[in-house]
Nanobody
Framework: QVQLVESGGGLVQAGGSLRLSCAAS????????MGWFRQAPGKERAFVAG????????NYRDSVKGRFTISRDNAKNTVYLQMNSLKPEDTAVYYC??????????????WGQGTQVTVSS
């Protein structure tokens, strides 16, 4: 069992930055790939970024490439999402998830409660 708690969301102006953190409980954090997903009002949950168990592989949705960076610290049981050059269309609830290294939410077994990110124009 893994429990995930996100933090770091908030309100920021377009062009600004935020760093999301996701702290995991348990001693098996390094056994899971981690992902960040987001869900805007009226839209389906969408893949944002993923990172492999070791952190050696990452992948991103096209619209955030070059702006967002996913990383993890297995010693701290934490995964991060650094978000730069934020745009209003990045506004959503952001969720971290633990599971298989995949772009599909179906491959993730554990989810956090989400953190709101709002980007004003």
């Amino acid at each position: 069992q893994v429990q995930l708690v996100e933090s770091g969301g908030g309100l920021v102006q377009a062009g600004g930055s935020l760093r999301l953190s996701c702290a995991a409980s348990g001693r098996t954090f390094s056994s899971y790939a981690m992902g960040w997903f987001r869900q805007a009002p009226g839209k389906e949950r969408a893949f944002v970024a993923g990172i492999s168990r070791s952190g050696g592989s990452t992948n991103y949705r096209d619209s955030v490439k070059g702006r967002f960076t996913i990383s993890r610290d297995n010693a701290k049981n934490t995964v991060y999402l650094q978000m730069n050059s934020l745009k209003p269309e990045d506004t959503a609830v952001y969720y971290c998830a633990a599971g298989q290294y995949s772009r599909s939410w179906l491959e993730y077994d554990y989810w956090g409660q989400g953190t709101q990110v709002t980007v004003s124009s």
